[in-house]
């Protein structure tokens, strides 16, 4: 059975490849090359993959980064498609689809909504959900750096709290749209913020994400 992750992996690559490697994405200012190699290397190079989190890894990260990024783009769209080695973590069914769905799914919206003539997509009920409890259990990790209380709220009415604190803004939309806002994404994302005007600023010039 196809999961949420190999879906999203397979349509990253896609539209990387339709954007070409010079085009421009949402993520960081990189160019569609440098996010298909950054893909890469969390997947392949777990030992400079950890300079995400760490800055003592960070030279090293830096240093494949450089390497994979001088690599012809259509073997990194390659890499990005046949997945990650059979020895890697990544590799296990549960830790793909639990580690990548959402990570796919945001680059995936960095590469379409970085293009002129992009056009929102329409996320099957599931996917959706299967967003939203991800979202859940992200939330006040995503969130921890918000200077205002965050409400995260779809349009039926589920909320999660992605930060305490006063004044609170609500964010309102659709999960995809939400798991967005939540990675760093807000002036992309389709939402509408209720709250203190001075707190709706703050919010959106926040750094959120993990």
Same mark, same amino acid.
């Given at each position: 059975?196809?999961?949420?992750?190999?879906?999203?992996? $397979?349509?990253?690559?896609?539209?990387?490849?339709?954007?070409?490697?010079?085009?421009?994405?949402?993520?960081?200012?990189?160019?569609? *090359?440098? $996010?298909?190699?950054?893909? /890469?290397? @969390?997947?392949? @190079?777990? +030992?400079?993959?950890? %300079? !995400?989190?760490?800055?003592?890894?960070?030279? *090293?990260? +830096?240093?494949?980064?450089? #390497?994979? &990024?001088?690599?012809?783009?259509? #073997?990194?769209?390659?890499?990005?498609?046949?997945?990650?080695?059979?020895?890697?973590?990544?590799?296990?069914?549960?830790?793909?689809?639990?580690?990548?769905?959402?990570?796919?799914?945001?680059?995936?919206?960095?590469?379409?909504?970085?293009?002129?003539?992009?056009?929102? *997509?329409?996320?099957?009920?599931?996917?959706?959900?299967?967003?939203? &409890?991800?979202?859940?259990?992200?939330?006040?990790?995503?969130?921890?750096?918000?200077?205002?209380? $965050?409400? !995260? @709220?779809?349009?039926? =009415? @589920? &909320?999660?709290?992605?930060?305490? %604190?006063?004044?609170?803004?609500? /964010? &309102?939309? #659709?999960? =995809?749209?939400?798991? !967005?806002?939540?990675? =760093?994404?807000?002036?992309?994302?389709? /939402?509408? !913020?209720? =709250? +203190?005007?001075?707190?709706?600023?703050?919010?959106?010039?926040?750094? $959120?994400?993990?």
């Amino acid at each position: 059975m196809s999961t949420h992750a190999k879906r999203e992996r $397979l349509l990253l690559a896609d539209l990387l490849e339709a954007a070409g490697p010079e085009a421009p994405t949402l993520c960081s200012g990189w160019s569609c *090359r440098e $996010l298909a190699a950054h893909v /890469v290397v @969390r997947e392949r @190079r777990p +030992d400079a993959a950890g %300079g !995400l989190l760490l800055n003592v890894l960070k030279a *090293r990260l +830096d240093k494949a980064m450089d #390497e994979y &990024t001088a690599k012809p783009y259509e #073997e990194l769209l390659q890499l990005i498609r046949t997945g990650p080695p059979k020895l890697s973590v990544y590799a296990l069914k549960p830790i793909d689809e639990a580690a990548n769905a959402v990570e796919f799914f945001v680059h995936s919206e960095d590469v379409r909504r970085a293009q002129p003539d992009w056009s929102p *997509r329409e996320l099957d009920p599931v996917f959706a959900d299967s967003l939203w &409890t991800r979202l859940e259990r992200l939330a006040r990790l995503t969130g921890r750096r918000s200077p205002v209380g $965050l409400v !995260l @709220r779809r349009p039926d =009415g @589920r &909320t999660a709290v992605a930060h305490k %604190g006063v004044p609170v803004v609500t /964010v &309102t939309g #659709e999960p =995809g749209e939400l798991t !967005l806002f939540c990675f =760093g994404r807000q002036d992309s994302a389709a /939402v509408t !913020l209720d =709250g +203190d005007k001075e707190a709706v600023a703050l919010l959106t010039t926040a750094q $959120l994400g993990i």
